[in-house]
């Protein structure tokens, strides 16, 4: 579906356009078929295209999100902890992050 000359098409017109989610999941047959200038697809086309297109846009949505949550962590962390520390890591199969605020202890 990605690779699909339609679905190519409905994607950079709505990233032109600055479409929201919501515009796109509202979208009708008749809007879309007018945007592409045809109409040579059907209605579980359109759906599928729409859905992969919402996926994707939530995927972009929630990486900006996380980039804006951590950007405003870090100035916090700057401005009140100017020595903090941070240290991935994991446990089994579960990722955990260690903020040492003022700065990693020492071990001997």
């Given at each position: 579906m990605r690779n699909h000359p339609l679905y190519k098409k409905l994607k950079q017109i709505v990233l032109d356009g600055n479409y929201t989610i919501e515009q796109v999941r509202d979208a009708t047959y008749n809007q879309i078929a007018g945007l592409?200038?045809?109409?040579?697809?059907?209605?579980?086309?359109?759906?599928?295209?729409?859905?992969?297109?919402?996926?994707?846009?939530?995927g972009v949505q929630d990486?900006?999100?996380?980039?804006q949550l951590k950007q405003t962590a870090k100035s916090w962390l700057n401005a009140n902890f100017p020595d903090w520390v941070a240290e991935r890591g994991r446990e089994d199969d579960k990722p955990f992050i260690t903020i040492w605020l003022k700065g990693k202890p020492e071990i001997d």
């Open positions: 592409f200038g045809e109409r040579g697809f059907g209605n579980a086309f359109l759906t599928n295209m729409k859905r992969l297109l919402i996926t994707e846009m939530q990486e900006e999100n996380m980039q």
